[in-house]
């Protein structure tokens, strides 16, 4: 970090406090907690759900909580580049029939940053951008019943049983246009407010053991616009 820091050429800072600040390219390094609120198709999943007996997701949006970072890199005037993770579940229960179910629905991914910060606009950063990566959709569902015991678990693998589990999964290739509006407090500070939209390619769908799940329709992934909101601390020179 402190070699990053060397690096800053001494007129870009000094800059800050001239008159020709206008003229000087921004630079940045910082990591922080940010979240994103994403709104994927739930109709598809929430057929089936219901008839699982615990209700049905709901369609108002998924929060979802993570990091991310970035640093513009000089050679490249106004252009930043970082990373940025997340993810978020959410989850139904019902007692049906005496039987514990519950139903879990979860989304998250990682992903390359690469971002253009406008250059007229000063002393905050408005940044338009794209990130590529991957993630996964996952849907649990439970059912079980009175209580455990060691033993009783590995009996039931040889006999009949009420009690069962699903877990479905699909991994994904995720890109997305992004727009991001950084706002500092001060020079260590800062906030952000973005949106997007989430493509997924992969419609590949996997159960227990990695087995192939045939048959899922397409409708259900994770395509889906979000607003992201975050809180970074590093060094602002805007």
């Known amino acids: 970090m402190?070699?990053?820091?060397?690096l800053i050429p001494s007129n870009f800072i000094k800059a800050q406090n001239a008159s020709q600040v206008a003229w000087v390219s921004k630079f940045a390094v910082a990591g922080?907690?940010?979240?994103?609120y994403l709104f994927p198709d739930m109709s598809e999943i929430n057929k089936q759900i219901s008839n699982f007996g615990v209700g049905e997701f709901s369609e108002n949006g998924n929060f979802t909580f993570g990091g991310s970072g970035f640093v513009y890199i000089k050679i490249l005037d106004d252009v930043r580049i970082g990373g940025i993770g997340f993810g978020?579940?959410?989850k139904n229960e019902a007692v049906v029939n005496g039987f514990n179910?519950?139903?879990?629905y979860s989304l998250g991914g990682g992903a390359f940053t690469i971002e253009y910060s406008i250059p007229m606009v000063r002393k905050i950063a408005l940044s338009v951008g794209a990130m590529i990566g991957a993630g996964s959709i996952d849907?649990?569902?439970y059912q079980n019943k009175g209580t455990f015991t060691w033993d009783g678990v590995f009996n039931d693998l040889g006999n009949s049983t009420d009690n069962y589990s699903r877990k479905i999964k699909n991994k994904f290739i995720l890109i997305s246009p992004t727009i991001n509006l950084d706002v500092p407090f001060n020079r260590f500070l800062a906030v952000r407010v973005g949106a997007g939209y989430l493509l997924t390619l992969g419609n590949e769908w996997q159960i227990e053991n990695e087995l192939e799940l045939?048959?899922?329709p397409k409708s259900i992934n994770a395509d889906s616009f979000y607003i992201q909101a975050g809180l970074y601390f590093g060094l602002f020179l805007f």
């Open 139 to 141: 849907l649990e569902l």
């Open 88 to 90: 978020g579940s959410t």
């Open 32 to 36: 922080g907690v940010n979240s994103l």
């Open 2 to 6: 402190l070699s990053i820091f060397i």
């Open 214 to 216: 045939k048959n899922v």
């Open 101 to 104: 179910r519950e139903a879990k």
